[in-house]
């Protein structure tokens, strides 16, 4: 089934069959929480034909618990913040997608899949008991597509790929985004311009330090951050990324924080010029973002769920025009076991069905990103 009706502000639940009410298990921390959540979840669902209403449906994460005090109107994407749980890890790429060479054959554009939050739901009767069978849902924003170069990044007018079809970057806009006078608990993170930033405290040298990925996921070392008078803001820095903080300690006030957001890009996909804003729908249900690293390049185009998907094992999910289809075949509730396919690949998980599938920088970002988190005791 792929997705359909209406978008707005309000979240939906797209899922493979009729009307459900579902309510969920114990669920899996991301390493930017400071305690297990427990979550109990009652959603009910109209008829098929018509959007599945759920405005105080609460997701397995709070994308507005980005910082304490923070006043920018910056790209939200929901699950930015989240990390995948025990995933199941395969940098073969899915069966019928792509690794489309670039410029000069050194580097190419690999489609990677990225699915995180997932969780094990169950029906709830009128009694408010659990009943029927075990099902899967993944949050808003917890089922990622990702284009990303391997290595650096994609200049303008090199061939890249999206959902399988040849892609040219013809033009990219990126603006600089700053966030002023904001504060953020240690071990938490923030949204600005393209990136996620996770505040560590210590940091790998002890001092204070910020941890940068993407909203797909490309991390790169923590940053250790000089600490500057109110007001004596510098001018330049050798990267596009910086903060100024005025105290740090398990709470770091800021004074400023910049970093890069693409704002748009066009494309030529198969021959047809598409303009894309940031943030705007590729597919019903699906909003593509440009990445841009500290500096300004494109390093990956991304396309996310704006609404929660529940799979059962009675049916398959089609997605992306067909693009990606998941089948859960079995679920254990009682050992946390899921089987499933994707693009008809077996694959068992733990807990759920998150899954990095792919060895694009989103996939490696993630894995470093964990392994970083968990070194210094945040994961």
């Known amino acids: 089934m792929r997705a359909s009706g209406r978008t707005d502000a309000l979240p939906h639940l797209f899922s493979a069959k009729g009307p459900l009410i579902v309510v969920s298990r114990r669920l899996p921390v991301s390493s930017c929480h400071l305690s297990a959540i427990l979550l109990v979840v009652s959603l009910s669902l109209f008829l098929p034909s018509f959007p599945a209403w759920a ?3 609460p997701l397995p994460f709070d994308p507005f618990l980005s910082a304490e005090s923070f006043g920018c109107k910056h790209l939200l994407v929901p699950g930015a913040e989240l990390l995948p749980h025990e995933p ?3 940098a073969q790429v899915l069966p019928g997608w ?3 060479p670039m410029k000069g054959g050194k580097n190419r554009t690999i489609e990677s899949l990225v699915i995180k939050g997932s969780v094990i739901v169950h029906k709830k009767g009128k009694d408010g008991k659990a009943t029927g069978s075990p099902m899967i849902l993944i949050p808003a924003g917890g089922l990622v ?12 007018g090199d061939p890249g790929v999206i959902f399988g079809k040849k892609a040219i970057l013809v033009k990219k806009e990126v603006q600089a985004e700053t966030c002023r006078n904001f504060s953020v ?7 600005v311009g393209d990136s996620v930033i996770t505040y560590l405290m210590p940091g790998p040298k002890k001092g204070p330090a910020v941890l940068w990925r993407t909203l797909d996921g490309v991390s790169i070392r923590p940053h250790a951050l000089d600490e500057y008078p109110a007001g004596q803001v510098p001018e330049k820095t050798s990267t596009r990324i910086f903060g100024v903080y005025t105290h740090a300690g398990q709470i770091a006030e800021y004074a400023a924080f910049t970093a890069p957001m693409m704002v748009g890009e066009t494309w030529k996909v198969d021959g047809k010029t598409r303009k894309v804003a940031a943030n705007a729908e590729w597919f019903p249900h699906f909003r593509m973002v440009p990445i841009s690293c500290p500096i300004g390049h494109h390093i990956g185009l991304m396309v996310y769920n704006d609404a929660p998907i529940l799979l059962d094992t009675a049916h398959d999910m089609k997605l992306y025009d067909g693009y990606l289809t998941i089948r859960v075949k079995s679920i254990n509730e009682r050992g946390g076991v899921a089987v499933f396919t994707l693009n008809g690949r077996p694959y068992t998980g733990h807990h759920g069905i998150d899954s990095l599938i792919g060895k694009g920088r989103a996939i490696a970002g993630i894995l470093n990103t964990m392994k970083t988190l ?6």
Do not use: C, M, N, Q
């Not at 597509?145 to 303008?156: N, Q, R, S």
């Not at 968990?374 to 994961?379: Q, T």
């Open 55 to 57: 405005s105080g449906y």
């Open 88 to 90: 199941v890890i395969d």
């Open 98 to 100: 792509k690794e489309v």
């Open 185 to 191: 608990l240690a071990g938490r993170s923030f949204d």
């Open 145 to 156: 597509y990702d284009a990303t170069p391997f290595e650096t990044h994609l200049p303008v």
């Open 374 to 379: 968990k070194s210094l005791g945040g994961g």
